[in-house]
């Protein structure tokens, strides 16, 4: 059974930082590319960043570039996200979820993909 735990959030004024976590089990952990998305009220789900299977390779929506970071420890099947200098916008719930191919996680969202609870990420002005 595939399962996601996703971890760090919390309310962080703008311009501050914060470090999520993704602990995931019931797969082959190096085997998948993983992919951060988050969700704010009333606005669909959207891909915030992805890592290759190895690490070698991130993605990056253009909204985050230069203030978040993607890494992954696959002894630890763990991924994080880095985010700095927060903004009001970035304010979601974020979640993680594997991707087979890295080429289509920054597609967006899939109907079979899985997902866990998420972690409430929030900014204030």
């Known amino acids: 059974e595939v399962r996601l735990v996703e971890s760090g959030g919390g309310l962080v004024q703008a311009g501050g930082s914060l470090r999520l976590s993704c602990a995931a089990s019931?797969?082959?952990?190096?085997?998948?590319?993983i992919g951060w998305f988050r969700q704010a009220p009333g606005k669909e789900r959207e891909v915030v960043s992805c890592i290759s299977r190895d690490g070698g390779s991130t993605y990056f929506t253009d909204s985050v570039k230069g203030r978040f970071a993607i890494s992954r420890d696959n002894a630890k099947n763990t991924v994080y996200l880095q985010m700095n200098s927060l903004k009001p916008e970035d304010t979601a719930i974020y979640y993680c979820t594997p991707k087979f191919n890295y080429g289509i996680c920054r597609l967006g969202p899939r109907q079979d993909d899985y997902w866990g609870q998420g972690t409430q990420v929030t900014v204030s002005s």
């Open positions: 019931g797969f082959t952990f190096d085997s998948y590319a």
